[in-house]
């Protein structure tokens, strides 16, 4: 029986034991999209710099366009959810989510003037589905799994979520022939996506009303009246996770825009070789997550997990300055994925995007369940939110600052030195984050312990 079930009605039969991976499933599948339509966009940017001219500041408004969506959205959005339910915002977001891929195929087209105001108008439509569609979704594993293999579940939604992003970054292999044709026909495959993602809301709308119908299960739990302050109004715990969540991203998100010219420029790899390179971290942390999960579920120790996780990601970057091996390594294929390791790639490189990559197995297996420990249940979606809003502001507030330091010191192949404060910084960064999960860590071994170090989660005051 799920243990949703203490926030339900009595069941008037019962629940099969499958169902909630039924749920699982069709939420996953239209993460797939939703995480397939943001990453289609950057293997399609050559083509728009060809077609149109768009320069990297344009280009780079394009995810503004999204980070800022996002944020004058999440917070309402959150609350939304709570009071609507997951399954009536699922389709909402995911219909609005569709409606944006497909204006980001046709943006350009119908502002033949400015291309880019067209496609950012897209990518503004986008933002406004894709986040809270995305809170939507981790609020239906919290709500559905909730002390019951809640890591696990997690970890796997994000797997196949991150298996769309790394099919985008596959997209020119093995949709070469969309690629010949131009910018549009690869948008358009996304705009398949993005449908298929709005379909799979439905159908997961609809596992929710048969489990209300057959079973008696609540899509929707009891929320008090709402009052503005309670937007802001967590545990102190609750706000050593949102820490951690805003300067970990902050950290990772950037740093996956930068890479490519950071490898390039200071370690001379080719394009290729750096894609491949920074396509680790996806791997990895899909490897891992499920496991990192199902280790959480067995024997708790959450905190220190995270602990652990934000640790490992401080000392890839100064691995990554100053650590020369002298040691290359040969090409690595793998089935279906094509080239992982491109011929050359120095091992110490590759070490620290391992380490790197398990730090983002880890820590998001256990931060996001993490959070249906520290607040109730009529409040996870509104929880969710804020955590994703911090995480926005952080995201978007690095990435222009670490735009601003590459600048400032001119960083380039010819300046490869430019390059060491722009890293430093997420060295830095990186090292908040592990501060928070040790404040985490040492609050959950006192008397005020949510049970993040427990297997059961402890019932909220
Ligand atoms: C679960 C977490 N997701 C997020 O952080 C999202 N707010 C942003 C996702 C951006 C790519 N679509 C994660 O992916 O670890």
Redesign the pocket.
């Given at each position: 029986m799920c243990a949703a079930m203490t926030e339900a009605a009595p069941s008037p039969r019962p629940q099969p034991a499958g169902y909630r991976w039924l749920v699982l499933l069709a939420c996953s599948v239209a993460m797939f999209g939703?995480?397939y339509v943001?990453?289609a966009l950057y293997p399609v940017t050559p083509l728009l710099e060809k077609a149109f001219g768009f320069t990297g500041e344009q280009v780079g408004l394009l995810d503004t366009a999204y980070n800022v969506a996002a944020l004058l959205t999440l917070l309402a959005g959150g609350v939304l959810i709570d009071r609507l339910g997951t399954a009536r915002s699922s389709v909402l977001f995911g219909a609005i989510g569709a409606a944006g891929t497909l204006l980001i195929a046709f943006g350009p087209v119908l502002t033949p003037g400015t291309p880019a105001l067209g496609m950012a108008a897209g990518r503004f439509v986008l933002g406004v589905g894709?986040?809270l569609f995305?809170v939507a979704a981790?609020t239906v594993v919290g709500r559905w799994f909730k002390g019951k293999e809640i890591s696990f579940a997690l970890a796997i939604q994000?797997l196949i979520?991150?298996f769309g992003?790394l099919a985008a970054d596959q997209s020119p292999n093995f949709a070469g022939g969309l690629f010949e044709r131009g910018w549009q026909a690869p948008l358009l495959l996304a705009g398949v996506l993005g449908v298929a993602w709005f379909v799979f809301a439905v159908i997961y709308a609809g596992l929710e009303a048969n489990a209300a119908r057959r079973y008696g299960v609540k899509g929707t739990v009891a929320t008090d009246k709402l009052v503005l302050g309670d937007l802001v109004r967590f545990d102190r715990a609750y706000w050593w996770v949102v820490g951690l969540c805003v300067a970990f991203?902050a950290t990772i998100?950037p740093f996956r825009t930068f890479a490519n010219l950071f490898f390039i420029d200071y370690r001379g790899l080719t394009n290729e070789a750096a894609g491949s390179l920074k396509s680790v971290l996806p791997l990895l942390s899909m490897i891992g997550m499920p496991l990192f999960g199902l280790l959480a579920d067995k024997f708790g120790k959450r905190a220190l997990m995270m602990a652990a996780g934000s640790a490992l990601l401080v000392p890839p970057f100064l691995l990554m300055l100053w650590w020369h091996t002298g040691v290359v390594l040969p090409e690595v294929r793998l089935p279906l994925l094509g080239t992982v390791l491109a011929a050359g790639t120095p091992l110490e490189l590759v070490l620290a995007m391992a380490m790197m990559g398990l730090a983002f197995a880890l820590v998001?297996a256990v931060l996001?369940p993490a959070v249906t420990y520290l607040v109730p249940g009529s409040r996870l979606g509104s929880a969710y939110a804020l955590m994703?809003f911090c995480?926005?502001v952080g995201w978007a507030g690095m990435s222009w600052g670490m735009g601003k330091v590459k600048d400032a010191g001119h960083a380039s192949a010819a300046a490869p030195g430019g390059w060491v404060p722009v890293v430093l910084m997420l060295a830095v960064l990186s090292s908040a984050g592990f501060v928070f999960s040790f404040l985490l860590w040492r609050s959950e071994r006192g008397a005020g312990a949510h049970g993040l170090e427990d297997v059961t989660p402890r019932e909220h005051a």
């Open positions: 939703n995480y943001f990453d894709s986040e995305i981790t994000l979520a991150r992003s991203y998100f998001p996001w994703t995480q926005q």
